[in-house]
């Protein structure tokens, strides 16, 4: 029997009614402010995207956008003029940013009780300490992917290919935190057929389209395709889903897995960041 699909948009569409859910409880409306530098057509359409989310479901949502040129110095600015302003619960800045601009600073100068991306070094230290923290918004998605199947996730067997700083990483630290066995997989990886194929649960966080095929997949195993590639203007995951499917016991589909959840939870970290942070 092929694998069940994991429908991200109906579990995107669920965190987004919690999300309302929770807005109507508040006294107030969170806000969430996105730096845009230059203008990056896929970042364009991304930052569009999340402040159209966050007017939809009743959050404040405002888009700062630079130029190109802006330096180190500026945005650094502009940043800290945001931490100050007590009517400010979620920032953003959108990567990649222009050359001239070390985001790892920028990262670093947002306040970590506004990073609603939890790239802060703060936020990471937590997440990998298992403290409470704000989480990357695709692997907390990915996580609430994997929980939406029902699948036992404590003991379970579970390999990361990829080991970014924004999916992989988290996403093998979210993954510890619920006591699997993980396994991360890299670049320099060997035998990482063999590898996979242990997993119960495997995450392809790659970016190499169809690179998890049939073969390095485990009988009923969970497989979740973090991957967006685009190919002859098709987009397509970084799982071989047509074969995949036939071994796996859930799968999430490209589109309509992962992709939707990532802007879902961005918006849930809004309001989890105004609620702590106001109190
Ligand atoms: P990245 O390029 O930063 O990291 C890729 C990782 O894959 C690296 O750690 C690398 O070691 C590993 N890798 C590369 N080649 C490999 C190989 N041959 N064997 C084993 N490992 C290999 O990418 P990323 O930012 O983590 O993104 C991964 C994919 O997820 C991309 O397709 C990206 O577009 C997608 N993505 C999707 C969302 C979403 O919302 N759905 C969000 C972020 C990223």
New binding site residues.
Partial sequence: MPAQLIDGKAIAQQVESEVRDALAKLPYKPSLVAIRVGNDPASELYVRNKARKAHELGLRGTELIFDVSMSETQLLAQVEKLNRDDDVDGILVQLPLPPQIDSKKVIKAVDPRKDVDGFHPMNVGLLHLGQRSLVPC?PAGVMRLIASTGVTIEGARAVV????D???KPVAALLLQQNATVTI???K?RE?AAVAREADILVA????PRFVTADMVKRDAVVID????RVDGKLMG?VDFQNVRDVASWITPVPGG??PM?IAMLMSNTVTAARARRG
């Fill in positions: 695709t290919i990829g080991r970014s924004i999916v992989g997989c890299h670049s990886t990482l966080a790659i970016g190499k973090v991957g967006i590639n970084d992962v992709g990532t």
